[in-house]
């Protein structure tokens, strides 16, 4: 077989493929068995008829056809894997020539990974925010953990914000009520937000058995983001009220015997949390350093295919919270044409960082067990509230576990960027990375290489004999 590569573009090439006709036997033998189990022709058993009476029979043609669809697969995986060639899609296949007990030829044009230079990836430099835990922070995690032990208490006054009230809602278009609009003895609590527009300025001032009206607009069903007219009545008041903040409830809320030493663990467990967040933000810190390094020709049709995906996940989150498309510009204070452009950076970013993370696991031979498997797909499941082994049968049916350990690896390949980067604080302090635990605290740094094997040299010395041994 003889193949030639013509580079159409930097991310798409073009393989001629000739083969000489002796490479088609066994791919003509095998049409011949396949036709020849199709086919009844009197005086041969089925399966038995000869290659000179199926030529009569069905034409020498159709076996040609059936050998080539055979052999031409596996040729252009030949043909790509000769090049150094890695395909991102299907082919566009085409054969150009085929003469009996002569030759084959086949043109396959197809889209590819990028050839680039590889940037160099060691001591990247990147920065974050500072870890800050402030007394805000913990008397917000302690206030939150009193309104956990709160009781209700029915009050005879007007609701104010942080009051729980008992409400009945009813949405109308036109003086009918619309489909789902209507609820009764919902409990809310005054100044939570998310329901509707308008709700919370409402019940402020309001007593139990008044009611008001006022207009809004639905967040879910058919109707989302249509103006409605919204009758709230309250049926009750009750304040919440809090423990105080003691030893007793230290003891209560706690294992703690004391409310220095429950403060004090909010502050430690706040500090933990706040590391691991700087840590995905070194991270994504890194990641973005490393991308501006290098330069890499993106596929059109691969831009564009995820383009589409992402607007289309976008758009189905947005039906799920209730929202439009202009709604969520709106609060985020954009333009069409400001998210597009947005939507595209991040895309061709994405894309970028595929293909440099891919390239850096292959020159550090990087690799994927079935543990690293197991793991992944654990976590994955998790993420989407799916039952592991659920999970990983679909994994499995819809041959997907390419495409797992290729994230596996390029998470891989991260990790090792990040671990020689050099990531500082906003203060300028360097940000431990290698030490920090998966709880979020920062274990002691591991012994070297050479101290280790000193420690090793000096185990070996002769131990004191023991009592009985002296004995």
Request: no cysteine.
């Amino acid at each position: 077989m003889k193949s030639a590569v013509e580079n159409l573009s930097p991310t798409r090439a073009k393989l001629t493929v000739e083969v000489p006709f002796e490479e088609l036997k066994p791919s003509l033998d095998a049409a011949y068995k396949k036709i020849a189990q199709q086919i009844n022709v009197p005086g041969f058993r089925r399966g038995k008829v000869p290659a000179a009476v199926i030529d009569r029979q069905v034409g020498r043609g159709v076996v040609l056809d059936e050998a080539v669809n055979q052999v031409v697969p596996a040729k252009y995986i030949e043909a790509m894997q000769s090049a150094g060639l890695e395909p991102l899609a299907q082919p566009e296949i085409e054969v150009t020539r085929l003469e009996d007990n002569d030759i084959l030829v086949f043109t396959a044009e197809v889209d590819v990974k990028p050839q680039f230079d590889l940037p160099d990836y060691e001591g990247v430099e990147a920065q974050v925010e500072d870890v800050e835990v402030t007394d805000a922070d913990v008397e917000e995690q302690v206030e939150a953990l009193r309104e956990r032990f709160g009781t209700l208490v029915d009050v005879d006054r007007a609701a104010a914000e942080g009051d729980f009230v008992t409400i009945d809602l009813r949405a109308a278009q036109d003086g009918e009520t619309v489909e789902g609009g209507e609820v009764s003895g919902m409990s809310y609590k005054v100044g939570r937000g998310g329901m509707l527009d308008g709700l919370d300025e409402a019940l402020v001032g309001m007593s139990a058995d008044e009611e008001k009206t006022f207009d809004s607009q639905l967040v879910g069903g058919d109707l989302v983001g249509q103006d409605v007219e919204v009758t709230v009545k309250v049926t009750g008041v009750q304040e919440q009220q809090l423990p105080e903040l003691d030893d007793e409830f230290a003891q209560m809320a706690s294992e703690f015997d004391t409310v220095e030493e429950l403060t004090a663990d909010v502050r430690e467990r706040l500090g933990r949390g706040k590391r691991l967040e700087q840590a995905a933000a070194a991270r994504d810190a890194v990641l973005e350093a490393l991308l501006e390094k290098v330069s890499i020709p993106l596929p059109d049709d691969l831009v564009t295919d995820e383009l589409n995906a992402r607007r289309q996940n976008i758009e189905q989150q947005l039906v799920f919270a209730g929202l439009t498309m202009e709604k969520y510009l709106e609060d985020e204070g954009q333009t069409t044409e400001e998210f597009e452009a947005d939507l595209d950076r991040r895309v061709r970013d994405a894309i970028t960082a595929q293909f440099l993370l891919d390239a850096i696991a292959k020159k550090e031979e990087l690799g994927v067990d079935q543990n690293d498997l197991s793991q992944h797909m654990v976590m994955r499941a998790q993420q989407s509230g799916q039952d592991p082994q659920e999970f990983a049968n679909h994994m499995f049916e819809h041959n997907h576990i390419p495409d797992l350990v290729q994230e596996i690896l390029r998470g891989k390949a991260l990790a090792q960027v990040v671990e020689t980067a050099v990531v500082k604080d906003a203060s300028g302090d360097v940000v431990d990375l290698k030490n920090l635990r998966p709880d979020g605290s920062v274990g002691e740094p591991a012994a070297a290489p050479e101290a280790e094997e000193q420690d090793a040299e000096t185990d070996d010395s002769p131990e004191e004999p023991k009592e009985d041994d002296k004995a």
